[in-house]
Nanobody
Framework: QVQLVESGGGLVQPGGSLRLSCAASGFTFSSYAMSWYRQAPGKERELVAT???????TYADSVQGRFTMSRDNAKNTAYLQMNSLKPEDTAVYYCNRRWGPVVWGQGTQVTVSS
């Protein structure tokens, strides 16, 4: 059974940091590029970061230099380290396969507010 479980969200002040985790199961994690997405209230889901199975990463312009995506294939887990958080980063964050997405998980809420 394919499953994605996101965790690590929370309430943080502007300028703070959070580390999100995405635990994957039911497919050969190491063979797939993985991505983090986010959806803010009233907005469409947007692509935030991608990591290829080679470890190469790409980022949306809005998070470049502040977010770092990584993966641990031994643990079937992807991570998103988020630094220098801004109020506009507030959203529900999801992970999925970059190509050939599977059923979306429940996401994890990130709220950046003073």
């Amino acid at each position: 059974q394919v499953q994605l479980v996101e965790s690590g969200g929370g309430l943080v002040q502007p300028g703070g940091s959070l580390r999100l985790s995405c635990a994957a199961s039911g497919f050969t994690f190491s063979s797939y590029a993985m991505s983090w997405y986010r959806q803010a209230p009233g907005k469409e889901r947007e692509l935030v970061a991608t990591i290829l199975n080679t470890g190469i990463t790409t980022y949306a312009d809005s998070v470049q230099g502040r977010f770092t995506m990584s993966r641990d294939n031994a643990k079937n887990t992807a991570y998103l380290q988020m630094n220098s958080l801004k109020p506009e980063d507030t959203a529900v964050y999801y992970c999925n396969r970059r190509w050939g997405p599977v059923v979306w998980g429940q996401g994890t809420q990130v709220t950046v507010s003073s």
